[in-house]
Nanobody, 120 residues
């Protein structure tokens, strides 16, 4: 049974920073790729960032240069450092684990999500 639990969301002012965390209960954590998705009200869910088992990373164009995904295989944790936040980054952020790598990722389990609100 895979369990993903996100934390770290909240209210932040524009140009501020937040770090999201995802605690993963999964066997052989180090063998899997993980990705963050987000969904804003009235919008489609969109992919944000991915980190492969080999720690290769990739980002959506809208967050490249501002967000950084990382993993800690000793703690079964995934992180998303978000800097220079904009109001359009406001969304529920979801942690996922899946098959494949950065180019052929297919999510198979989702966390419950954590709300990020960027507002003055």
């Amino acid at each position: 049974q895979v369990q993903l639990v996100e934390s770290g969301g909240g209210l932040v002012q524009p140009r501020g920073s937040l770090r999201l965390s995802c605690a993963a209960s999964i066997d052989t954590f180090e063998n899997y790729a993980f990705a963050w998705y987000r969904q804003a009200p009235g919008k489609q869910r969109e992919w944000v960032a991915i980190i492969s088992a080999q720690e290769h990373t990739n980002y959506a164009h809208s967050v490249k240069g501002r967000f950084a995904i990382s993993r800690d295989n000793t703690r079964n944790m995934i992180y998303l450092q978000m800097n220079s936040l904009k109001p359009e980054d406001s969304a529920v952020y979801y942690c996922t684990v899946g098959d494949g790598g950065t180019k052929d990722y297919n999510p198979r389990s989702w966390g419950q999500g954590t709300q990020v609100t960027v507002s003055a």
